[in-house]
């Protein structure tokens, strides 16, 4: 099997070894090159033809961002971002995202082994999803040691159907990654102020997931903010789950709230939308409308047909409209999503079925 290629761009020497080692503990990746800065890396692109590279936001002489639009305008290669947490890059993260990049992930914390054991695996994931995405030219306006694969089960069991709970209020539900954030930002900007209460996974590390629902806030007519414990489930607002926390869907009387919980990985995320979804069965069943988006591998698959069971109306992402047609495809497979269907209509069906 063909390797995927990657290139390191990162100032850091301990850095770029850390993730040449992580990287090549998978025997589907080969780390064919590193380089300190920007200036550096574009001679590597040209000698050794990467399939994806990982990219720093600071550095020296060039940022990441500024080669970023560069390289995206000129000569698109998948770009995952891994940068360190910080308020500013967080910002500048999410306008990388706006400019060409796959995803974003947090740089692996040496000083914890539980937090570098699972950013190995989130990395190795990542690069895997990136070699696999649609890449298309992008010209930026002037404006602008692997642990086991755990299911849902590790944070709450699974519903009997007694359980469904029947009652008026409806609620959208959400599962994303790779791609996510323009397929979620699409979604939301159509959905008028009146639009029934929404709940958000998206794969995003912590920090990021804030500055990505204050960005979305700015531009939709619904209300979005990061989801915070308790939080109620209202019209015309969308709560996101908060990166490296699950999120979970509950009810209480008549109100619907969710809760922030520090499990372990499922299926290799924190957020998972397994997680979310089974939530949603258990305590919304048919009152929820529910949506996969683009992404990569399985997370979300067995919770949308948890959901399919319950009564709930389920909806695909089709896979042209897909940037990575993994987590929706595993779902149809199932025959969890009673609608496929592209980005820019899941919304419109969405609003004639609540």
């Known amino acids: 099997m063909k390797k995927i290629k990657v290139l390191i761009v990162d100032d850091s020497a301990l850095v770029r070894q850390t993730l040449k080692t992580i990287l090549e503990t998978d025997k589907k990746i080969k780390v064919i090159a590193t380089a300190s800065d920007p200036f550096i890396a574009a001679k590597k692109i040209q000698k050794e033809d990467p399939d994806v590279i990982t990219l ?13 639009k560069k390289l995206m305008s000129q000569y698109p290669i998948p770009v995952v971002i891994i940068s360190s947490l910080s308020g500013n890059n967080t910002t500048t993260g999410l306008r990388a995202l706006e400019y060409g990049a796959v995803e974003i992930i947090t740089k692996p914390k040496l000083s914890s082994r539980e937090f570098y054991e699972e950013s190995k695996i989130m990395i ?11 890449i298309k030219r992008k010209i930026i306006p002037k404006k602008i040691h692997v642990k086991p694969k755990l299911s849902a089960d ?14 008026t209020e409806h609620v959208i539900v959400v599962g994303a990654s790779t791609g996510g954030t323009d ?42 903010k990061e989801a915070e414990n308790n939080d109620t489930v209202i019209r015309g607002r969308a709560l996101i789950a908060p990166g490296n926390h699950h999120l979970l869907l509950k009810r209480s009387g008549t109100r619907y709230y969710v809760e922030i919980n520090n499990g372990p990985l499922v299926n290799r995320h924190r957020p998972s939308v397994d997680v979310l979804f089974r939530s949603a069965a258990k305590n919304a069943g048919k009152n929820t409308i529910d949506v996969i ?16 069971e319950a009564g709930a109306k389920t909806i695909a992402q ?28 899941i919304y419109k069906h969405v609003l004639e079925n609540y």
């Open 318 to 345: 089709d896979e042209k409209s897909c940037v990575v047609f993994g987590m929706p495809k595993e779902a149809i497979k199932l025959n969890a999503a009673q609608k496929i269907l592209p980005i820019d209509q």
């Open 56 to 68: 720093d936001i600071e550095m020296p002489k060039m940022d990441g961002l500024t080669f970023l």
């Open 154 to 167: 590790v944070v709450l069991k699974k519903s009997s159907k007694d359980n469904f709970i029947k009652t």
């Open 293 to 308: 988006m683009t992404g990569m591998g399985a997370d979300g698959a067995q919770g949308l047909l948890e959901l399919h």
């Open 124 to 134: 190795c994931d990542v690069v895997k999803a990136a070699a696999i995405a649609k």
């Open 183 to 224: 397929a979620i930002s699409l979604f939301l900007e159509s959905l008028p102020v009146n639009s029934p209460g929404i709940v958000i996974v998206q794969h995003m590390p912590e920090l990021f997931t804030r500055s990505f629902a204050d960005r979305l806030n700015n531009f939709c007519k619904i209300m979005v």
